[in-house]
T-cell receptor, first 115, second 114 residues
Framework: AQSVTQPDIHITVSEGASLELRCNYS??????LFWYVQSPGQGLQLLLKYFSGDTLVQGIKGFEAEFKRSQSSFNLRKPSVHWSDAAEYFC?????????????FGKGTHLIIQP | DAGVIQSPRHEVTEMGQEVTLRCKPI?????LFWYRQTMMRGLELLIYFNNNVPIDDSGMPEDRFSAKMPNASFSTLKIQPSEPRDSAVYFCASSLGQVGNEQFFGPGTRLTVL
């Protein structure tokens, strides 16, 4: 069965600084990988997804993620964070790209932005 | 366009009571998913439907949980009888049901069982 590990439960970053959130997955075949963001009291919003092709994926709100097969990782990055980026971030893996199958989520990383 | 609609947004009930959570997927979507979010276990897939048919319910924790999708625009998740450990946020999501399609999440129902 597939699994997702987000090693960092909390991360604190100063506003304007760069950000990297880690995600490692375990899956036997080529994975479909996702990053979602959850603001307090809200549902989840898709930031970006990787299915195949270019290993560097661009998403919304200035986020990007890089798929590294050799490291089984799909880390999320942003060059300069804004206070509005404070939220919970979830990495997820899907068998069929999420459309027709359920997703397996990591436990999430809580991002705190310092002024 | 309306997104995924869930009701109620908050539910407080007493142990032993029946609880019904409701979900209206995005019009035209043919896959629907129920997830549960807790501090201890994170986000877990409970069950999902394709074209109103349950495909995988292996995530449903116990027989006390049941889900139905009588038509393409409505689904319910029922817990009977409810227990305090069922307290969680329950999310419904929908998608076009094809590889590569995004799952769109509703705002969730926060359930508290006293």
């Amino acid at each position: 069965a597939q699994s997702v590990t987000q090693p960092d439960i909390h991360i604190t970053v100063s506003e304007g600084a760069s950000l990297e959130l880690r995600c490692n997955y375990s899956y036997g075949a080529t994975p479909y990988l996702f990053w979602y963001v959850q603001s307090p009291g809200q549902g989840l919003q898709l930031l970006l997804k990787y299915f195949s092709g270019d290993t560097l994926v661009q998403g919304i709100k200035g986020f990007e993620a890089e798929f590294k097969r050799s490291q089984s990782s799909f880390n999320l990055r942003k060059p300069s964070v804004h206070w509005s980026d404070a939220a919970e971030y979830f990495c997820a893996v899907g068998l069929s790209g999420g459309g027709a199958d359920g997703l397996t989520f990591g436990k999430g990383t809580h991002l705190i932005i310092q002024p | 366009d309306a997104g995924v609609i869930q009701s109620p947004r908050h539910e407080v009930t007493e142990m032993g009571q029946e609880v019904t959570l409701r979900c209206k997927p995005i019009s035209g979507h043919n896959s629907l998913f129920w997830y549960r979010q807790t501090m201890m276990r994170g986000l877990e897939l409970l069950i999902y439907f394709n074209n109103n048919v349950p495909i995988d319910d292996s995530g449903m924790p116990e027989d006390r949980f049941s889900a139905k999708m009588p038509n393409a625009s409505f689904s319910t998740l029922k817990i009977q009888p409810s227990e305090p450990r069922d307290s969680a946020v329950y999310f419904c999501a929908s998608s076009l049901g094809q590889v590569g399609n995004e799952q769109f999440f509703g705002p969730g129902t926060r359930l508290t069982v006293l």
